[in-house]
């Protein structure tokens, strides 16, 4: 789940080193934290929160897919 | 933007491999000439041809290689066919198990397909328009909403009062009005903000201060 949304972050932002995503596991719960350069927040969140939505639903495609549910912040 | 050095005993040898190892035609890629190759004397000092070549990536390879990581996520190795329609690309996938990738009333296809226009445009300035469809969804999708469409204008034009459809995406508002665009007797307009904005269907003439 950590690299989905690494790979996703990194496809959208100008600058993909920067992006970084840790993630910790209680139960069946996934949390995730993605951070990525300052100037490239806004490329990960989208005009109210559209762009932040969409990962958030191929996630929870993915989290799906293993049995788990799976939370994103964006830090 | 992808790119392989390939050496072989002259340079054609070594942009057929780099083409082969790139899964490209000649027309797509673009190729420098690192070491021309000589056959030396008698087999001594003889040198390979060595070339570098590059992948002039096309949005479709783009759309595929943002795409790839996340199917196989999804447990999911569709196969795809890709069109230019009005203006569009159509990227059209088939095979096994494909929900995972279409999820409820498509809100896993449209995430996809923003993300992918957003991945595949991020640093390009003309802008493709990226379409994905799974087996026909969409417009399995179209014909389902066209036909609710009609039954609602015929509700709103029978009763006189609005009917006010359920949130939809731009695409589908489009369609709604589209689809309603001929209709006598009514008139359609989209009210309330992203993403809960609705179709409003009217009755024309009604006086609406009643």
Same mark, same amino acid.
């Given at each position: ?7 996703? /972050? ?43 939505? /969409? ?5 929870? /495609?993915? /989290? ?12 | ?32 000439? %690192? ?6 004397? +008698?087999? +001594? ?16 390879? *783009? ?10 996520? +999804?447990n999911v190795n569709p196969e795809y066919i890709a069109i230019e329609r009005e203006g569009a690309l159509w990227i059209s996938f088939s095979g096994q198990n494909l929900g995972a990738i279409i999820g409820r009333r498509g809100e ?6 923003? %993300? ?5 445009? *991020? ?8 379409? %994905? ?7 399995? *999708? ?31 508002? *489009?369609?709604?009005?589209?689809? +309603?665009q001929e209709e006598r007797g009514i008139r359609t307009y989209s009210q309330g903000e992203e993403p809960y904005r609705k179709v409003v269907i009217t009755k024309k003439g009604v006086n609406r201060d009643n």
């Amino acid at each position: 789940m950590k690299d989905v949304v690494e790979h996703i /972050a990194r496809s959208l932002v100008t600058q993909p080193d920067e992006v970084q995503v840790t993630a910790s596991e209680n139960d069946k719960l996934v949390n995730l934290e993605l951070r990525t350069a300052s100037e490239d927040m806004g490329k990960v969140i989208g005009k109210q929160g559209r762009i932040a939505k /969409a990962i958030r639903t191929v996630l929870k /495609a993915v /989290a799906t897919k293993e049995g788990k549910k799976a939370n994103l912040d964006i830090m | 933007m992808k790119t392989v050095e390939m050496s072989a005993k002259t340079v054609d040898a070594a942009i057929e491999l780099a083409l082969a190892e790139l899964n490209a035609g000649l027309d797509q890629v673009e190729y420098e000439i %690192l070491e021309n190759g000589s056959k030396g004397i +008698l087999g +001594l000092g003889a040198k390979d041809a060595r070339v570098r070549v590059t992948f002039n990536e096309g949005p479709e390879q *783009r759309a595929i290689e943002f795409l790839q990581p996340i199917f196989k996520k +999804l447990n999911v190795n569709p196969e795809y066919i890709a069109i230019e329609r009005e203006g569009a690309l159509w990227i059209s996938f088939s095979g096994q198990n494909l929900g995972a990738i279409i999820g409820r009333r498509g809100e896993t296809l449209d995430a996809l397909q923003y %993300l992918t226009n957003l991945a595949v445009n *991020r640093q390009y300035d003309d802008k493709t328009r990226i379409i %994905l469809d799974v087996e026909g969804y969409r417009q399995t *999708r179209e014909d389902t909403l066209a036909g609710l469409a009609r039954k609602m204008a015929d509700k709103a034009r029978k009763s006189g009062r609005d009917v006010v459809l359920e949130p939809m995406s731009p695409h589908e508002r *489009r369609i709604i009005h589209m689809t +309603l665009q001929e209709e006598r007797g009514i008139r359609t307009y989209s009210q309330g903000e992203e993403p809960y904005r609705k179709v409003v269907i009217t009755k024309k003439g009604v006086n609406r201060d009643n």
